[in-house]
């Protein structure tokens, strides 16, 4: 089966934009993306350090915040 490929013209209101306007919207679009790419990348790597720590004894809150503030 083939695909039927139509031209499709741009909207008014998108033409009417400027183009620095729309990239830095995108600009603004990527980075967004990229901090939420970082923020599952440290959730991936939070949940294998629990699983690789699973069993193994812990430290409390308190003995935690001694560690890092002596």
Do not use: C, Y
């Not at 209101?13 to 923020?39: G, M, N, Q, Y």
Request: aromatic share 2%; glycine share 2%; charged share 35%.
């Amino acid at each position: 089966m083939l695909l039927k490929i139509e031209k499709k013209l741009m909207n008014s209101a998108v033409l009417e934009k400027p183009i620095l306007e729309r990239l830095e919207t995108l600009v603004i679009e990527i980075d967004s993306l990229k901090e939420r790419f970082e923020d599952i990348e440290d959730l991936m790597e939070l949940r294998a350090a629990v699983t690789r720590n699973d069993n193994k004894p812990g430290i409390s809150l308190e003995q935690a915040k001694a560690r890092l503030f002596n």
